[in-house]
């Protein structure tokens, strides 16, 4: 089992509309969580960090559910600039300062 | 402020070979990660340096090695390639192991041939 799962998509979505992905982990005992963002052949930049108790940043909103292992993403009214993809980010508790990648979730925003 | 650059952006390496990616952390950053990105797939953490010591490892062969330098800036080594490590390399610069510090570089594409 991977120990962060994404699923992969694409998820074609039209402008406007709300689109949310999940992000299962497989360590009961990660502490930080992040969603990145990459454009085609670009780097990843930081999105969001997931907290506890949920975060929201505009159109973008985190949650972390502990009991069931997943965090999610929701985008509302998305933008034809929201392509991309969403990799869901875990660390790795053995050593603290290292960071679990999924394969990222592909999201085409259609006009 | 100077965010990370890593150079080249773009190699082609014969499989057997040997390849030096270089790294220029953000200034005021202490710390730089390297990653691997094959095509599909997340970052797979291959080293972390902090000042100037290797901090952890991931699941890579010896033939990937390391430097970080007294100015914070890093280099990945890899010896005798393979069509495999064909793939983004990535690197990470933050303060200490902040998490949520990260700043990447555009990262450089190797094509193993």
């Known amino acids: 089992r991977k120990e962060v799962e994404q699923d992969p998509g694409p998820f074609n979505v039209p402008e406007g509309a709300t689109v949310a992905f999940n992000c299962t982990y497989s360590?009961?005992?990660?502490?930080?969580f992040f969603w990145y963002r990459q454009d085609c052949r670009k780097e990843p930049k930081l999105l969001m960090s997931?907290?506890?108790?949920?975060n929201e940043d505009g159109r973008f909103t985190a949650q972390l559910n502990r009991a069931s292992q997943y965090i999610s993403l929701l985008i509302r009214d998305s933008k034809l600039s929201d392509s991309a993809t969403y990799l869901c980010v875990v660390n790795d508790m053995d050593s603290n300062y290292q960071l679990i990648w999924g394969a990222g979730t592909k999201l085409i925003i259609k006009p | 402020e100077t965010g990370v650059t890593q150079s080249p952006t773009h190699l082609i390496k014969t499989r057997g070979q040997q390849v030096t990616l270089r790294c220029s952390s953000q200034?005021?950053?202490?710390?730089v990660s390297w990653y691997q990105q094959a095509l599909g797939q997340g970052p797979q953490f291959i080293f972390q340096y902090y000042r100037e010591e290797e901090n952890g490892r991931g699941n890579f062969p010896p033939r990937f090695s390391g430097l970080q330098f007294p100015n914070y800036s890093s280099e990945l080594n890899v010896n005798a390639l393979e069509l495999d490590d064909s793939a983004l390399y990535l690197c990470?610069?933050?303060?200490?192991?902040?998490?949520?510090?990260?700043?990447f570089g555009s990262g450089t594409r190797l094509t193993v041939v």
């Open positions: 997931v907290y506890s108790s949920g």
């Open positions: 200034s005021g950053h202490n710390t």
């Open positions: 990470a610069s933050s303060l200490s192991q902040e998490l949520d510090g990260y700043t």
């Open positions: 360590n009961s005992a990660s502490q930080s």
